[in-house]
């Protein structure tokens, strides 16, 4: 009897820490202190009213610069687990500033998916960025829409509106889930609330970054709407000769639905292009799961993988850090943006106080955060 009674207190104190972990991790606050280029932070629920108050009604900052131009949207964590693409939309937040035209950026597009890891995959719960300041947390995030959010999943997920029969957990994967509807799950409402903001602001270009396992054959790349096919183009030849790093070009394959390269380019004016950087923590073929990994990107079994030619991008025992990644990302977006303004210029983006790859790579990401705790209170917002 005693031995049932200590099995069950300690069953007991198991489930309590981690209860106590998961809700750490899903309350976690993330901070940014809004940059000089920002005049207003809304909610994605101002677009779309069931999304109000909802875990996905995420911050939406608004930067305006003093002359008209045109308007870029750029989405960051529409997969959390891919960080760099929330770190490269946080330093736009909190460094851009702009002259003409308007950038309008949300770092956690699905924040439901930041709250929760991947079931299996030993996912750390957050990672810390260095800093000067002490260094700054973030949480970690899944692929999919936290399950406590969005659930059961269906037996089969078929894609609104094309019917396309699509792996079931992907019916809460925000990248598979565009252009949305109205009344369908949380992860289609959030798309379809994304969609609202392009039409209303008239957005001219929604750029969406993300990683890859270096096991994916789309990686190092933009993959492109054919709206924005030569624009894309043009921006590959320049960051391959004057960024420091070689970026590919791929088209938008119209059979595969639910992508934002897709769905947003067919179903508003915008041009739609996605950003895939080169991230090991994501690969099958991995050691350790953990922040070294997340932060350094080095593992002797993705190199391992890469002398066999089971890869599709290039790793050495330098390993694919976080300050690479997230610097592809900020350059891209600097390239496309100075093309578009060339070629538009009435719709011109013009940006700056942004480093570009060279900068990143030398200083490290947490040398572009700003500290919350000397920041104005009404300057600082919580992801």
């Not at 209303?200 to 270009?205: A, S, T, Y």
Request: aromatic fraction near 8%.
């Amino acid at each position: 009897m005693m031995r049932k009674v200590l099995i069950a207190a300690l069953g007991a104190a198991l489930a309590v820490t981690a209860g106590l972990s998961f809700y750490r991790s899903r309350h976690l606050a993330e901070p940014v202190v809004a940059g000089p280029g920002v005049t207003r932070v809304v909610k994605l629920g101002d677009y779309f009213g069931p999304i109000r108050g909802t875990v996905n009604d995420a911050n939406v900052y608004i930067l305006e610069g003093r002359e008209s131009g045109g308007t870029v949207l750029l989405l960051g964590g529409t997969h959390p687990e891919e960080p760099a693409g929330r770190l490269a939309a946080w330093i736009f937040a909190e460094a851009a500033a702009i002259a003409r035209g308007r950038l309008i950026i949300i770092p956690t597009a699905n924040r439901s998916a930041s709250t929760a890891t991947r079931l299996g995959g030993a996912y750390p719960p957050d990672f810390t960025v260095p800093t000067a300041w002490g260094g700054q947390t973030f949480r970690m995030g899944d692929r999919w829409s936290n399950p406590l959010d969005q659930w059961p999943d269906p037996e089969v997920y078929l894609h609104y509106p094309t019917r396309q029969e699509l792996a079931y957990v992907d019916v809460r994967n925000l990248n598979r889930a565009f252009p949305g509807r109205p009344n369908g799950t949380l992860t289609e409402r959030t798309c379809y609330a994304i969609i609202e903001l392009i039409r209303r602001e008239k957005v001219d270009i929604a750029i969406d970054f993300h990683e890859a396992e270096l096991q994916y054959p789309v990686i190092s790349t933009i993959v492109a709407h054919e709206k924005g096919a030569d624009l894309a183009a043009a921006a590959s030849m320049f960051i391959s000769s004057v960024e420091g790093f070689a970026i590919g070009v791929e088209n938008s394959p119209k059979a595969l639905r639910g992508l934002s390269h897709r769905e947003i380019g067919d179903a508003t004016d915008a041009i739609s292009l996605l950003l895939e950087a080169p991230e090991p923590f994501l690969d099958a073929t991995r050691g350790r799961t953990d922040r070294a990994l997340l932060l350094t990107g080095k593992d002797e079994f993705v190199v391992r993988a890469g002398r066999r030619g089971l890869l599709f991008e290039k790793i050495d025992e330098a390993g694919w850090p976080i300050d690479v990644r997230v610097g592809r990302h900020t350059s891209t977006v600097l390239q496309i943006l100075e093309i578009w303004s060339g070629d538009h210029p009435d719709r011109a983006v013009e940006v700056s106080g942004v480093p570009r790859y060279t900068e990143v790579v030398e200083k490290g990401v947490g040398a572009f955060l700003k500290d919350p705790k000397t920041a104005p209170a009404e300057k600082v917002f919580f992801e």
